[in-house]
């Protein structure tokens, strides 16, 4: 019987051919997401905090949701103090930070999509507040202010009286030690996030870290304008973190949507529903 060598080979190499494209389109499609690191704010209760180790709060939530949606990639929180995790992001060494305001000065970070709104206020010693002072920052001139480090809230004016040495500046690396210094009379006033405040006085009465009476003796001082939460990436950092671009394009599709489907503000009302720890 003849046998055709030459086309016995060439089937054996179409068959050796098709093995080999199909091992490499399952290897492709098995292959495991890539692990982009997000550093996280270890002290920002209830929106970003650390407990044992894991990022808890309302938007590290937000960022594992997201997590799942994305294509090829997967989510890494990071809990770090903030003024570390702003300068990891402007040496480059880390790829994004959650969750800076907006701050054209700060040139090295770029934005995501924005996520949620804050309501930014002023909580004072009531005894500093027994004379209005409805002008802001004009009528806080001379006070003594908390502010957690690596924080720029309050605006332009603000900030240039805190420059001319107008108003005092006494800063705390989070939420919880700038209120302890308030209710123990160390400064005057303390401006952050009302949510944010509110929660971590519940969380220190719960605890006996304060009264009543000390929770009671602050007054709600000034209402200021929103800040939005946003995601932030190091713009230094494109050759270590190639695939950056694409990651951050997947992150805003998947942030906008969320925020379509009511999904940022579920989250939020779910998160804050659990009493604080």
């Not at 001379?142 to 800063?171: H, M, T």
Request: positive net charge; proline residues 7%.
């Amino acid at each position: 019987m003849f046998i055709d060598t030459d086309y016995v080979i060439q089937m054996i190499r179409s068959g050796l051919l098709w093995l080999l494209l199909a091992g490499l389109a399952q290897g492709i499609a098995a292959a495991p997401p890539r692990q982009v690191v997000v550093l996280v704010d270890n002290g920002y209760p209830p929106y970003s905090y650390e407990k044992d180790g894991r990022a808890e709060g309302v938007y590290n939530e937000v960022l594992r949701e997201a997590s799942q949606r994305l294509s090829g990639y997967r989510i890494e929180l990071r809990p770090v103090p903030w003024k570390r995790g702003l300068s990891e992001l402007e040496a480059g060494r880390a790829p994004a930070l959650s969750p800076p305001y907006y701050r054209p000065e700060r040139d090295y970070m770029g934005y995501s999509a924005p996520f949620w709104q804050e309501q930014l206020a002023v909580y004072c010693r009531a005894d500093i507040m027994r004379a209005p002072r409805p002008h802001w920052p004009a009528d806080f001139l001379g006070l003594r202010f908390g502010n957690n480090a690596g924080f720029r809230p309050g605006g332009k004016a603000f900030w240039l009286a805190v420059q001319r040495g107008e108003i005092q500046l006494d800063e705390a690396p989070d939420t919880q030690g700038n209120l302890l210094k308030l209710v123990n009379g160390r400064i005057d006033c303390y401006l952050n996030d009302k949510l944010s405040i509110l929660y971590v006085l519940e969380r220190l009465q719960r605890r006996g870290a304060i009264s009543a009476e000390q929770r009671g003796g602050l007054a709600a001082a000034a209402s200021l304008n929103g800040e939005w939460a946003y995601v932030g990436f190091a713009k230094r950092g494109q050759r270590r973190f190639p695939y950056l671009d694409d990651f951050i394009r997947q992150l805003n599709a998947v942030l906008e949507q969320m925020k379509r489907e009511g999904r940022i503000a579920a989250i939020v009302e779910q998160t804050l529903r659990v009493p604080p720890p």
